[in-house]
């Protein structure tokens, strides 16, 4: 399965916008989909999942102000961002889990300028 990753950019502090991610095909035993994102210098870090039956989880740092959604029927994930901060600058993965492997996207880029 392809995943890809759109909705980034260049935004300003406190801006929210949404990213999306685009899957080729459904994916049997999906456990879970998820966004991690990368910055530079830094290990890639989760930023939120959704598990199968709906569960969400967030990382600390993005709790309060980012929202994971999907859609199974058209295989798409989504991340609200808002009230973006500068250190949420990253390039930003989407992930599909099962029990056998994981599925990445390429990411796309989110600079937040102050």
């Known amino acids: 399965v392809q995943l890809q990753a759109s909705g980034g950019g260049l935004v300003q502090a406190g801006r929210s916008p949404r990213l999306s991610c685009a899957g080729s095909r459904s994916v049997f035993g999906l456990r879970s989909r998820g966004w991690y994102r990368q910055a530079p210098g830094k290990q890639r870090e989760l930023v939120a999942t959704i598990s199968s039956d709906a569960n969400t989880n967030y990382a600390n740092n993005v709790k309060d102000r980012f929202t994971i959604s999907r859609d199974r029927a058209k295989n798409m994930m989504y991340l609200q961002m808002n009230s973006l901060k500068p250190e949420d600058t990253a390039v930003y993965y989407c992930?599909?889990?099962?029990?056998?492997?994981?599925?990445w996207g390429k990411g796309t880029q989110v600079t937040v300028s102050s």
């Open positions: 992930n599909l889990r099962t029990a056998s492997r994981d599925y």
